[in-house]
């Protein structure tokens, strides 16, 4: 009997464990059954969402038709919503009323977006953390003829550690662009010096390119209580209010919704789910797998789609190791970059990994360089990961 592997969701999560394990199971000859189920028909880009609000990209630059990799991977794909993951039972359902079961299954929902904890923050803010909202807040800076942009981050992690970082030199740019009269500022839920070592002590450094940039302003260290879009205001829960003219916010992340009343969830922090480092498998299940980006967190890596990308990869060579019979160490690399566009220029950075006592690692960062060129790196590389998917032929085609 094929084994039966099971991807929840259609994000690079899945992507790449099934591309690696369709195509190495392929050359070993191993025969396996593959089901995608995702709640959309795109596969999306989310780090590039950013462009599509600032008008750098178009809504069909930053996604592809999901089906594109079910059918070039030989996957059955159920577009339906997952509703309930019950691991004990090896069953997932959807509100479609499908009850799948599997032999391996790979938590790959990503980030769900808990704006209902901070009340008026949702009607408020704009992000660009989905592609609708990517073009709300294209719209509103559009309309946006000069003042007040505060970047909100409630709170800490949350998707892409080094957005709000970039957004402000992004914003800053645009601005200047238009002519049009902005201050932007940073309202971080951490200290500064809290934010300094979370953030790796990178801040330092895009603390002196903010400075270099100009016009930018840090209040750190604040805990929103409420926003109130009609005088639009933010409420810190000090007592103290600040007013904006535009309002751009972090989400703060949650666990997916299916995934709440289950073991998936890090008992140290239930805003995340937990995994294990390097074979991200998860703790509590031998054959569930959890290498999306909210389970990051747990593992000392940072809350990215990059190291998501090598989690995948990880993961899927666990599975192909124990389909082959084979053993061996499961290899996690050793450095990876994160590109970073701060408008007027770009930054690198390097993480150094190493396992840790535990199941984690432990990551040693820093700025490997700062360029114009980083820019155009990483736009061309968000382009070729979309055109690829666009471009997938099935595999026994391309071979
Ligand atoms: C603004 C922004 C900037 C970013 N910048 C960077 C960056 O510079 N560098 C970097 O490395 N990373 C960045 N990221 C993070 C990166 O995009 C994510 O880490 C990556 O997309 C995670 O991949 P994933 O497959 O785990 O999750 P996702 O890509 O979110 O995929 C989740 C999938 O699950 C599906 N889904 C969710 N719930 C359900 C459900 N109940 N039922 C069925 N399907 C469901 C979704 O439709 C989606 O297909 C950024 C993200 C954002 C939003």
Redesign the pocket.
Known sequence: MPKRILY???????LVALRRIAEEARKAGIEVEHTI????EW?????F??DVALGEAEPDDVRAPVENMARAYGARLVL????RVDPAERLVETAGGEKLGYDYLFV????RYGWEDYPGLKEAAVH??TLEGALEMRRALAEFRGGDIVVLVPEFPH??P??PFEVLGRLVYHARRRGVKARVRLVHALPMKAALEHLYDLAVTWHRIHEEIGDIEYVMGKQVDHVDPSTKTIHFKDGETMRYDLLVATPPARP???LEDTPLVWSKDPRFLETTFPTFRSRSYDDVFVP??SAMPSVNLPF???P?HYAAVAAADTVLAELKGASGPILFPDSMT???DFGKTGVAVVFDVEPAPGGVAKTKPYIAAKHPMIKLLKYSFYKGWIRSVKDLVPLHVST
């Open positions: 929840l969701g259609g994000g690079a999560c899945t189920v995702t709640n959309s596969h999306y880009f989310p780090a969402f950013p339906d919503t997952v509703t790959c929902l990503g980030t660009n953390y998707r892409c080094g957005y997916p919704k299916p999306t980006d990215a789609g990059v998501v994160i590109v970073l």
